[in-house]
Structure formats: C-alpha cells, structure tokens
C-alpha cells in the first residue's frame, strides 16, 4: 500500500471517527434537548390554560355557567362587564370610620353605599364603604398584560402545520352542568394535546411521552378543569 493511499485512508478513518463521536454525543443529548423545548413549550401552553379558566371563571360569575365556544368567551371578554366589589377607604382609618359613621347616623340611617359614593364623589374623601360596580370585563382581566391576546386565546401555541395541515389546531374546550351528589354543578375543561403541542419536535420521543401517559391512566397534554370530575378547575401540572 502506498503513502498516498494510506493517507487518505487515515483521513477517511478520522474523519468516521469523529462523525460516530458526534453521533454518540447527538444521541445522548437528544432526550436533553427535547425535554428543553418541552418544558418550554409547555410554559406557554399553561399560561393559555391559566387564561382560559380566568376567562370562564369570569364568565360563570356573571352567567352562573361556563361555556364551550370560545366565540362566546372572546365576545364576553371584548364586550362583557363584570360586577366588582370597590373598597373605598381603609377600615382601619378610625377616624374616617368615625366621621362615616357620623355621615349615616345624621341621615337617621337612611344612607346606601350608593348614596356615600355620590357624597365621595362630591368631595368627601374621608368616607369608608364598598360599592358593587359594573367593569367592562377588558378593563378587569389582563389589561396590563402585553403578551394577551384574546383572538388567539383558543389557538394551540407550536402547532401550525402538524402532520401537513396549513392552520393551527385548536384547543378542545367544553362545558356541562353535572349532577354531583344532588346538585347542578357547572363544569368545563380545555385540552392541548401534546401531537399538537409539541409539533415540529422529535416523532419517537413524541411517541414514547403519550404512551407513557397513557400507561399511567392520565390525559396525553395538558388539560385544565374536567367535566368527567370536579377538580375546582385545577390544571393537570398543579
């Protein structure tokens, strides 16, 4: 054999060497990098859920029910309002407690909380009461939050284009008044499961989580509230 072609063939065997190092490496990180991404993607997904049952919790309270169109909750949350307790003043001021007190006891007790807000309102700050009041809903609900979108609220985060579709897929909610021990209970759930969720991500490893969760009896995503149960909307994380 000659110089030449032993050189190359030492170059051939390094370079081999060097791609099966990657290859063992590329392996053993793999898990590593996919429960990353995971863990990632299902920060955002919870944070959604988290939103979709403030959402419902806000619609039951106004409607005694939940829903199970997400057209109705984004409708509630653009146009509805929400009655809200206001505190005003402080129950520990004694002396605006007293002076409050003193208001009430000139007006033979004849005065509302309706009637001392309007005396608030003309000036009286030393007032104490609580009013119900009636607040846009928006105004209420994550109006200080910049990464709140409600036209996206029943859209799965990651799984545009899974398994060759063109949209989004959606999150599955629903809602149902069950019987539980004699009496009507309002419930709902909302559900991204992890095909959808982790999409784009490694197919066996994919593969391998569902069957996991499956084998322990539990939903294959992410799920909050149930209608199968009443778990007081808890989230399958918590």
Request: with cysteine; hydrophobic share 40%; aromatic share 8%.
């Amino acid at each position: 054999m000659n110089k030449t072609l032993k050189t190359i063939l030492s170059i051939v065997l390094a370079l081999l060497c060097v791609f099966l190092v990657y290859k063992i490496y590329d392996g053993v990180m793999q898990p590593v990098r996919f429960e990353k991404d995971v863990n990632a993607r299902k920060k955002v997904a919870i944070q959604q859920l988290k939103d979709i049952r403030e959402l419902q919790v806000a619609y039951k309270s106004v409607n005694d029910k939940f829903t199970a169109s997400f057209d109705t909750l984004k409708q509630f949350y653009k146009t509805g309002e929400m009655i809200v307790l206001m505190q005003v003043g402080s129950k520990d001021d004694s002396l605006a407690v007293a002076h409050t007190n003193e208001v009430k006891k000139a007006a033979r007790g004849k005065l509302t909380d309706a009637d001392l807000f309007k005396l608030y309102q003309q000036g009286d700050k030393n007032l104490v009461f609580a009013i119900q009041n009636k607040i846009p809903v928006r105004d209420t609900l994550f109006h200080s939050r910049t990464d709140f979108n409600i036209d996206n609220i029943d859209k799965i985060p990651f799984s545009v284009g899974e398994y060759g579709a063109a949209a989004v897929q959606n999150v599955e909610m629903d809602a149902i008044i069950k019987k539980v021990s004699g009496v009507d209970v309002p419930l709902f759930e909302a559900k991204m499961p992890y095909k959808s969720l982790l999409n784009g991500l490694d197919h066996q490893l994919i593969v391998n989580l569902i069957a996991e969760r499956e084998d322990l009896g539990q939903y294959e995503g992410l799920q909050v509230g149930s209608i199968t149960a009443p778990n007081n909307n808890a989230g399958n994380w918590e």
